[in-house]
């Protein structure tokens, strides 16, 4: 047995050690001076929810989605909190911690994965968010075999968040502007993906370019344990490969820019 084959374990242990506890000090910093703690983990994706529901159901005169319509809206929006929070803090992944960063022997890797587990963990908190909305609505809520897919929901979600955080975070250093052009694409990403409306709703054309969206599949496997009617195979389909396409091309993208990227640094 060769000395890489013995030490491979070793590295990933250390890797996954080194990557807990970065994620943990993540999560202690951004509460340890908040009064509220982990309650803002239920209260940001709370109000978003109240507010969407009110604009849809008491104001407008709502065409879209499934009732009730504050589990359908609130399954995915959780999701969509992780998604747009981590691919936000991915633009300063790096230059958040340079100084930690050009020093470490621990691939580079590890100051993306952190952010999606330190953000996938603050998901896992707001779910008892859901479960409140469900036992609220009672019998409007048809829970179903498609449960089993939520967890596949956030396996396919990790890898879309690890390809985009291996691409936006060396870009965003090479080219700063990235920062401000990636809010603005989040902002228009979170209409132009099925959160407040499902694929099906979009007429025509629209609703086969929005398989193309990762989002619409993984969203549609969130939903359809609570909404038959959002199982699709197509989008979801189309989703999952686009998902892994992006993880791929994230990890070739990143091994190309980690060297220009620590020199910039």
Known sequence: MTTAAVGAPGSARRYVHSLWLLSARDLKVRYATSALGYLWSILDPLVMSAIYWFVFTQIFDRTVGHEPYIVFLIVALLPWVWFNSAVSDFTRAFNKDARLVRST?????IWVNR???SKGIEFLCSIPVLVLFILFAGPGIQLNWGLLLFPVAM?????LLVGLGLLVA????????LERTTKLIL?????ASPVIYGVSDLPGVFETLAAFNPLAGIFALYRVGF?????DPWVVSIGAVMSL??????????RRLERPVLKEL
């Open 245 to 254: 396409l992006i993880l791929v091309l994230g990890i070739v993208v990143f």
């Open 187 to 191: 902002r228009a990403l979170f209409y």
């Open 227 to 231: 909404f038959p009617e959002e199982w």
């Open 155 to 159: 396996v396919l979600q990790t890898a």
């Open 105 to 109: 022997a621990i691939p580079r890797s």
């Open 170 to 177: 060396p870009l965003c250093v090479l080219w700063s502007d």
């Open 115 to 117: 952010i999606v587990l």
